[in-house]
């Protein structure tokens, strides 16, 4: 069965849905940043910490952007003509989805190059293991 939902409805969802889910990864930051603040300082990893901090800026920062997105729209928008808002969100050039989708992309690529170094370390710094997984990164980053 297939709906047929308004591009502007879906978008509306969607930051709903994204909202509620930002929620939960709030707290999953802040768990794992006390774990990591717990370890003793000999075991704290860098790595693992710098990612996870730009992971939570460039999330926090695409939430930000569709807030942005979503007033443009709703808001700002509603009466320009007789799209209004539909036309708003049909448009693929808006600065604002792309520069989001950009973030996203770049929050893609630090988790998945998180993964490729922790499967570094854990099979000891074994190359060869990490030919498929930097084989998908590179074709994800060219996307």
Do not use: Q
Not at 110 to 128: E, F, P
Request: proline share 3%; net charge positive; with cysteine.
């Amino acid at each position: 069965m297939v709906y047929d939902i308004p591009l502007d409805v879906a978008n509306l969802l969607g930051y709903a849905f994204a909202m509620f889910l930002y929620g939960g990864y709030c707290i999953v930051f802040a768990i794992t940043i006390r774990c990591l603040a717990l370890r003793t300082r000999k075991g704290r990893s860098k790595v693992v910490f710098s990612t996870m901090l730009g992971l939570f800026l460039a999330t926090t920062t695409t939430i930000v952007l569709c807030t942005i997105d979503n007033y443009n729209g709703w808001i700002k928008r509603r009466n320009d003509g007789p799209g209004g808002t539909l036309d708003y969100f049909r448009d693929p050039r808006n600065a604002i989805r792309v520069t989001r989708d950009f973030l996203l992309l770049c929050a893609a690529l630090m988790a998945d190059g998180l993964i490729c170094w922790r499967l570094l370390v854990i099979w000891a710094h074994n190359y060869w293991v990490l030919i498929f997984p930097v084989f998908l990164l590179v074709a994800e980053g060219g996307t």
